[in-house]
């Protein structure tokens, strides 16, 4: 038995050249990988915000948390190579029985570890954000004090493509940016092009447009209210930024001030 | 008893901690692995700027895990410090060797997984206490 576990042919070795993309955050990829030569990054996504969690080398195994966590999660973070590095990728499938067999113990532990190592990344990326909000302007906007000057909303019609959150990045559904504020947007869509996505208040969205100056804007949203116009056959969303980079947020400053 | 049955058969003594005393030092030797019984443990480190609380942990938690995935490393001394944190805490001293030789049952592919988990563990720690000391 032990002579079978040791044997488990590894399914595909694939190299990447320095700099590609090998998880992208949000997907729902189960793939295990690891590091035959080489190295890569390890970095949580906000906005087009990168932060830092770790840089593997040799022998060392990512992806792996999808996996401890029976697969019901997307990606938790973004892996891109950081040099030319060849990887061994292997099918969860494999490893699962041998898990469920893995000593009571050693689960115990492993499954501690995982859950500090999740907190842990949090904590880091939570950090990061807070000293670069610190330090620099704020990347949240300023409509909620009300002692800052406001921004004013402005009428607008913009084309826009948005996705939801945690799906995969080829999705592409269309919708129109109705009104623009520092906080927020309203957006149109036509239900029927979107009817396999929830659209409900408390759903999340990534959202890129190109504002009328010709500035590309991206931001993550979130649904506060829906409203079903059945006569114009549209939904009309009430959306909220829930996460915008410091430069999309500077980039629409600067759009809301012309 | 919050512990794991499964988990408490591994454990070789029990230890009383009195509220504040220091169950684990930072930069001492040792690779014993421990369970927390009763009661909550503040976990330190060490920075230039004094100690920071990276993390509180509660009954069924285990301290000491990087010496189980680490074995490479004699002489292991500790990465953090763990107090007794507002009252007493009873510890149970785990059967290391029993669960090293667990770890070493288990496949190359899945020793490798958990090895790395743990590292990335104590790297991601690291990072966040520079980072907030920064």
Known sequence: MMNDKAKIPPIARLKYKKGDLIIKQGDYGISIYKIISGKVRIFSESGDREVPLATLGRGEIFGEMTFLNRGAEARAASVKAAQDSELEIWHPGRLSSEYAQMPHAIQYIVTQVLERLVRMNKLVAQITAKKQEDSKMPAKLEESGASQRRYYRKKVNLECVYRPVGSSPKLALHGKVKDLSMGGLALEVRPKNALNFSHDKGDKFHLNMILPNGKKFTATTEVLSAKNDPTLGTLFMGMEFSDVSEGDGRTLGFFMRT | ?134
């Open chain 2, 1 to 134: 008893m919050a512990v794991d049955q499964l988990l408490y058969v591994y454990v070789l003594n029990e230890e009383d901690y009195p509220a504040n005393s220091v169950i684990v030092k930072e930069g001492s030797k040792g690779d014993w692995m421990y369970v927390i019984l009763e009661g909550k443990v503040k976990v330190k480190k060490n920075t230039p700027k004094g100690m920071v609380t990276i993390g509180t942990l509660n009954e069924g938690d285990i301290i000491g895990e990087m010496a189980l995935f680490d074995p490479v490393v004699a002489d292991r001394t500790r990465t953090a410090s763990a107090i007794a944190d507002g009252g007493p805490v009873k510890m149970g001293v785990l059967d290391t060797n029993r669960l090293l030789k667990d770890f070493e049952s288990i496949s190359p592919q899945l020793k490798g997984l958990t090895r790395t988990l743990v590292k990335r563990l104590s790297d991601t720690t690291q990072r966040a206490v520079n980072l907030a000391m920064k």
